[in-house]
């Protein structure tokens, strides 16, 4: 019987910010393909990873705090002596601040774009290191999918360091692309949408404000964590071998409207 391009069955799948939301409808979604999980993140993943077992998945949680690098390459050495290999990586942890722009501070600005732009680039190096080393000899394809915004494409309001940081996130998802889709490595990005999570929660429950943004959409409904998921499975996956540079939006039409 031949495999299912989509299907992600002996792979390891690294997924920061996995605790709850959009990371853990990545990490689910993963694992129902398949993959192995590694849990990263400050927060512990304990009901993703019960989650990932029940579906007859590996899960490992590695507490690491990405608001700075430090941990980076400790995760990595980490993931793969306990799980064996590093295949996929995807960057979802992510913080958000706000304040006018004329108020914005130092502190807040740093804060964002260290945990969304500079931890995001130097894991993405430290998952290359390791998918060089043997991609070429083994046919194996890295995959990386970095988690982007609707404000990588648009300006937002009183959020200047979240719209840079993911600005940055779809220009560094295109350089990285460029420089190793030699190597065998493909990296690409999600632009999710509006998605009824913990984090969106004040936003679902003002029903002025959810029935403009219900308005604005063609699909005529707030994304689940799940319709995440699906693009990150095959963002992930050997359909998507000839996908580079990408940043997909999963938003039910917002970008279109």
């Known amino acids: ?49 019960e989650k990932v077992k029940a579906l007859g998945r590996r899960c490992e949680l590695i507490g690491a705090d990405l608001s700075s690098i430090e941990p980076v390459n400790e995760v990595v050495d980490t993931v793969v002596e306990k799980l064996g290999s590093l295949d996929i990586l995807v960057n979802n942890a992510g913080i958000i601040r706000r304040a006018d722009a004329l108020d914005f501070s130092e502190e807040d600005w740093d804060a964002v774009m260290d945990t969304n732009l500079k931890t995001l680039f130097f894991l993405c190096q430290a998952a290359a290191r390791h998918m060089t080393g043997w991609s070429s000899q083994d046919g194996k394809r890295g995959k990386i999918v970095n988690i982007a915004s609707l404000l990588t494409f648009q300006g937002g309001i009183r959020v200047p360091s979240y719209t840079a940081s993911k600005s940055g996130v779809g220009g560094l998802t295109k350089l990285l692309a460029n420089e190793w889709a030699t190597r065998g490595i493909n990296v690409n990005a999600i632009a999710p949408g509006y998605i009824a999570t913990n984090n969106t929660a004040a936003l679902q429950a003002d029903p002025e404000r959810s029935r403009q943004i219900v308005e604005r959409i063609p699909e005529g409904r707030w994304g689940k964590p799940s319709d995440i998921g699906g693009a990150a499975v095959f963002l992930a996956s050997d359909a998507a071998d000839y996908v580079q540079g990408q940043v997909l939006a999963v938003d039910g039409g917002w970008l279109g409207r």
């Open 1 to 49: 019987m031949t495999k299912s391009p989509f299907d992600l069955s002996g792979r390891v799948a690294v997924v920061t910010g996995a605790n709850t939301g959009i990371g853990q409808g990545i990490a689910l979604a993963l694992a129902e393909a398949g993959a192995d999980i590694a849990a990263v993140g400050r927060s512990a993943a304990t009901e993703t990873c």
